[in-house]
């Protein structure tokens, strides 16, 4: 039998890897996993509110059993060779009146078709939890305020960029 492994008595085990993923504790994997947690999915076709906000998003329709707490995300998304930044929510659109829960990404700078294209979205970090506002105007200023987070977080993001040399990505 071997020793479990861990790190200054901490042991790494999938049980806790899910339970952080889980909790949105999503910088807090990659010691563990050597790697930051990712999903992929299609492109499915969503409400277009994003879009009439100012922030089309990509809804992405995964079948992954561990998807992330509801929140908000920080986000590098991969779609065939392309590797772009992002802002991802999940949840259920609580400002809407929502009732299913959604993956819904915004692709900073990027203009194209998505749909029925495979995404697979790594999560850097959580800015929050999930939001209800008051009407759509505070909820577009909220979207604003963490995209410039996201790309502050983003820009300074040198670990993801390692990990996929190492895996020759």
Sequence with gaps: MLPPIGEGGHIFSSSEIRRLV?????????PLLGRHFSLGGRVVHGHHRGKELGFPTANVLSDHELIPADGVYAVKVK??????????????????GGEERSIEVFLFDFQGDLYDRELRIF????????????????????????VLRCREIL???????EILDREGK
């Design 79 to 96: 779609s065939g060779a392309l590797l772009l930044d992002g802002a991802c929510n999940i949840g259920k659109k609580p400002t809407f």
């Design 123 to 146: 999560f850097i970090e959580r800015l929050r939890g999930e939001s209800a506002y008051p009407d759509p105007e505070v909820l577009k200023d909220a979207i604003s305020a963490d």
């Design 22 to 30: 889980r909790e949105g504790m999503v910088a807090r994997v990659v």
């Design 155 to 161: 820009g300074a993001t040198t670990l993801f960029d």
